[in-house]
Structure formats: C-alpha cells, structure tokens
C-alpha cells in the first residue's frame, strides 16, 4: 500500500511512532489449521464465558455472553467484568489463551508486522500482549523490550535520541496493554 509523502518523510526521518493494536496479530496464522492464531475480542471473552462455566459460574458466563450479544458490544466493559469475575483465574485464562509459541504459527503470516518494522521507525508501541512484533523483527535477537516498569530505560532512550539527532541505536517495542489484560507499558526496540 502507498504511504504519502508527507507520512514517509516523516517515518523515515524518526519524527513518527507505528501504533500498532490486535490486526496485526489477527493476521498471524495457526500452521495447522490456518486460521488466525490469536483470539478476537468476541472469541476471547466467548473463551472466558466458557471458562466461567467450567468454574460453576453459570449466572456469571451468562452476564459475559449477554455483554456480547448486543448489536454494538462494550468488549472493554465486557472484558472487566470477565475480570472481576474470574479473579485470579483471569491471567491463567489470558497465559493459556495467548501464549501462543513461534513453533505454531505460519511464518509467512508475519508479513504484516514485517511491514511494521519495514515503515522506518525504530520504536513501536503496542497494546498487544504477545510476541509477535518480537517475532518479526529483523534480528530477533536485536531487540529490546521496555514494560512501563522501566521508566529509566525510557528515559535514557529518549535522551540519547534527542542527543543524537533522533537516530536510534537499536529497534523498540513498547507495550502499552490496557489494565484489564496487563498492567504494564512496553516499547520493542530494534538495536543494530
């Protein structure tokens, strides 16, 4: 797809951060089944209404689905009383849901987050959970996760950017998952 000008001088030349949500790992496939690995908003909190049925919360996963059933869902509303409900059991269900490992997926269904990498920005904020990005990024081994934990680490990226013109050292990825799904800020940032 053609980006404009203006937009490409402004990736190339540092001044402009990808943002990048769920689509990009949406297109990620299963190997096996090739159908999209990672769940959508409805699928996972269908996931997590089922999983309150196998805790014997039949009252509670029926409040989930009803959330669902509706012609314009609130998934983030939906998702915090999913929550709530579930308890501690909530991250279990999100690790089981989402930890997905690279030996499952298709390979050639990174494009997408390839591209990302290929817009010329050395830092990418995400609100995804998973690894995606990490997987896509030319060298793997060449970068650097940030959680919002590392508020020093942010900083002194930002100082060395602005103290070298804004040319980066080294590629990031920084996470930005709302409070329901992780409490944490992460950047991915591609080092050379």
Not at 23 to 28: D, L, N, R, T, W
Not at 50 to 60: T, V
Request: charged share 20%; glycine share 4%; hydrophobic share 40%.
């Amino acid at each position: 797809m053609p980006i404009p000008k203006s937009l490409s001088d402004k990736l190339f030349g540092g001044h402009v951060v990808p943002f990048v949500g769920a689509g990009v790992s949406m297109s990620v496939l299963n190997r096996i089944s090739r159908q999209p690995a990672f769940p959508s908003w409805r699928h996972l909190l269908s996931g997590a209404a089922y999983r309150l049925e196998q805790e014997m919360k039949p009252a509670e996963a029926g409040l989930i689905r009803s959330l669902l059933n509706v012609p314009r869902p609130d998934f983030l509303y939906a998702a915090s009383q999913a929550r709530k409900e579930l308890g501690a059991i909530w991250y279990d269900y999100l690790r089981e849901t989402l930890d997905i490992s690279f030996n499952s997926i298709d390979p050639q269904s990174l494009e997408l987050a390839r591209q990302v990498w290929r817009l010329g920005s050395d830092l990418v904020v995400t609100t995804n959970y998973d690894e995606v990005l990490r997987w896509a990024c030319p060298p793997q081994d060449d970068l650097q996760v940030w959680d919002i934990e590392a508020p020093v680490e942010q900083a002194s990226w930002l100082q060395q950017r602005l103290s070298y013109n804004l040319a980066l050292a080294r590629p990031y990825i920084e996470r930005s998952a709302n409070h329901l799904i992780a409490r944490r800020l992460s950047a991915f940032i591609r080092r050379d």
